[in-house]
C-alpha cells in the first residue's frame, strides 16, 4: 500500500513537473518574476547561511582540534580537516538541509495559500499555465542562486575557523592557514557545488509541489509545509549518498 501511494505521488509530481517546464507564454514577465524569487529566495538567504557558517566553521576547527591532539600528526591537519568537511559536506549537504526548512516551508506556504484562495483556479480559468507560472521562476531563481549561496557557505566557515585561531590558543594563525592550502584538490569545490545545484532543485521543485496540490484551508497548508521540509530533508541525504558514489568513485 505505501509503496503503491509512493509511485502515484512520484507519477503525479513528474506530471506536474511537465507542466511546469514548458516554454513560458511571456518571457519578459518569467524574467522579472524569476528576479524576485531570486531576491526572495536567495539574497535572503544570505544573513542566515553567514551566520550558520562562521559559527559551524570555528566548531569544527575546535572540534578537530580537541580530538586529534596526536603529536604524530602535524598541526595544521585542524585546517586541513575543517577545509575539506566545508567542502565535502557542510556547504552543500548540511546547508540545504537548513535551507529546506527556510526557503521549503516558503514556497509551500505560499503557494498553498494561493490554492487554498482560488487563486491558481483562476489561472487555470484564464488559460495560463498555473504550474509554468508560478513554479518555473523559483526553481530556476533559487538552483542559480544556490551556488553563490555555497560560496558564501565556504567562505564564512573558513573565517569562523581563522577566528578561533585569531582569538584562541588553540592554534596558531600560521598552521591553520597552511592547513587550508594543503594538498587542496580542486574538484572537492565542483564537486560540492553539483551537489548544491541537485540539492537545490529538490527543495524548490517539492515544496512546490505540495504546495500546489493542497486541499482544504490554512490548516492543510501548514501540513503541506511541514511535508515538504520533511519530503526534501529525506531526498537530499538519498541524493547525498548516491552523488557522493558516483562523483567521489
Do not use: H
Not at 538567504?45 to 550558520?52: N, T
Not at 484564464?126 to 542562486?145: E, I, R, T
Not at 553563490?148 to 585569531?166: D, E, K, N, P, R
Request: with cysteine.
Amino acid at each position: 500500500m505505501v509503496i503503491n501511494k509512493s509511485l502515484e505521488q512520484l507519477g503525479k509530481y513528474c506530471r506536474f513537473m511537465g507542466r511546469t517546464f514548458s516554454i513560458p507564454d511571456r518571457w519578459s514577465v518569467f524574467g522579472r518574476r524569476t528576479v524576485a524569487e531570486i531576491v526572495k529566495l536567495g539574497i535572503d538567504s544570505i544573513p542566515l547561511v553567514i551566520v550558520i557558517s562562521v559559527f559551524i566553521g570555528a566548531v569544527c576547527t575546535i572540534q578537530m582540534k580537541l580530538n586529534t591532539s596526536n603529536p604524530l600528526m602535524p598541526a595544521y591537519s585542524v585546517g586541513l580537516a575543517t577545509r575539506d568537511i566545508v567542502l565535502l559536506e557542510f556547504s552543500n549537504s548540511i546547508l540545504c538541509l537548513i535551507l529546506a526548512g527556510k526557503v521549503g516551508s516558503n514556497i509551500a506556504s505560499e503557494i498553498g495559500t494561493m490554492r487554498v484562495t482560488e487563486q491558481i483556479d483562476a489561472l487555470d480559468i484564464m488559460g495560463v499555465n498555473s504550474a509554468n507560472f508560478l513554479v518555473l521562476p523559483k526553481v530556476v531563481g533559487f538552483v542559480a542562486f544556490m551556488p553563490i549561496l555555497g560560496v558564501f557557505c565556504i567562505g564564512t566557515s573558513l573565517l569562523g575557523g581563522y577566528l578561533v585561531a585569531v582569538f584562541t590558543d588553540m592554534i596558531s594563525v600560521t598552521r591553520y592557514v597552511y592547513g587550508i592550502q594543503a594538498y587542496f584538490i580542486e574538484w572537492y569545490v565542483w564537486y560540492g557545488l553539483i551537489k548544491s545545484l541537485v540539492f537545490a532543485f529538490i527543495i524548490a521543485s517539492v515544496a512546490s509541489f505540495f504546495g500546489y496540490y493542497v486541499k482544504g484551508g490554512a490548516l492543510q497548508v501548514g501540513k503541506a509545509s511541514t511535508n515538504a521540509v520533511v519530503s526534501s530533508s529525506i531526498l537530499i541525504l538519498l541524493f547525498d549518498v548516491i552523488l557522493t558514489k558516483v562523483l567521489l568513485q
